[in-house]
């Protein structure tokens, strides 16, 4: 008889999870279109290299656009799993009702949410940016591939592989 199967550590955990992560809302400057078939190709990309996870900011624009196109995938990589990560409750309030719209949407076909702040605070979308780094061991970037983007500089920092895409 084989012993039961041990649950998988968090670091086995993070070698297969990837975050996406974008500039600040409004700052891309590329047609949604073509950010869209980029995204798509890195998360096949992703993949195709072992990553089954992805975790996604559930900000408005890229964040959100890549959440719904692993939901998609999920039909050809049963596997897949998707985390929304939130800074703090109620983030999305003040979003106009066609964004409001997709993040529900997609909230819904999330298999796990983790919010990182109990409430509003100015370091939140900073602490829920670093949580994200911190349970993925790789990180798909869209903006201006600044490094002095927080998010870039603290996956750099911690040694974790980042893929530019041009927003």
């Given at each position: 008889m084989s012993p039961p199967n041990k649950p998988a550590s968090?670091?086995?955990?993070?070698?297969?999870?990837c975050c996406i992560a974008s500039g600040?809302?409004?700052s891309v400057h590329r047609g949604e279109d073509d950010i869209k078939v980029?995204?798509?190709?890195?998360i096949l990309t992703a993949v195709k290299n072992g990553y089954t996870t992805f975790?996604?900011?559930?900000s408005r624009g890229p964040e959100i656009?890549?959440?719904?196109?692993?939901?998609?995938?999920?039909?050809?990589?049963?596997?897949?799993k998707?985390?929304?990560?939130?800074?703090?409750?109620?983030y999305e309030r003040e979003w106009d009702k066609p964004w409001l719209k997709k993040y529900e949407d997609l909230l819904q076909q999330a298999d796990y949410i983790r919010t990182v702040s109990p409430a509003e605070a100015p370091c939140a979308?900073?602490?829920?940016?670093?949580?994200?780094?911190?349970?993925?061991?790789?990180?798909?970037?869209v903006g201006d591939g600044r490094v002095s983007n927080p998010t870039i500089r603290?996956?750099?920092?911690n040694s974790i592989p980042v893929r530019f895409l041009q927003g």
């Open positions: 968090e670091e086995e955990l993070r070698k297969h999870r600040v809302s409004g980029d995204l798509e190709n890195e975790i996604t900011g559930m656009w890549a959440g719904n196109i692993v939901v998609r995938l999920k039909s050809r990589f049963p596997e897949l998707l985390i929304a990560a939130l800074p703090y409750p109620a979308l900073q602490e829920r940016n670093r949580w994200m780094v911190d349970h993925s061991s790789f990180l798909i970037a603290y996956a750099k920092e």
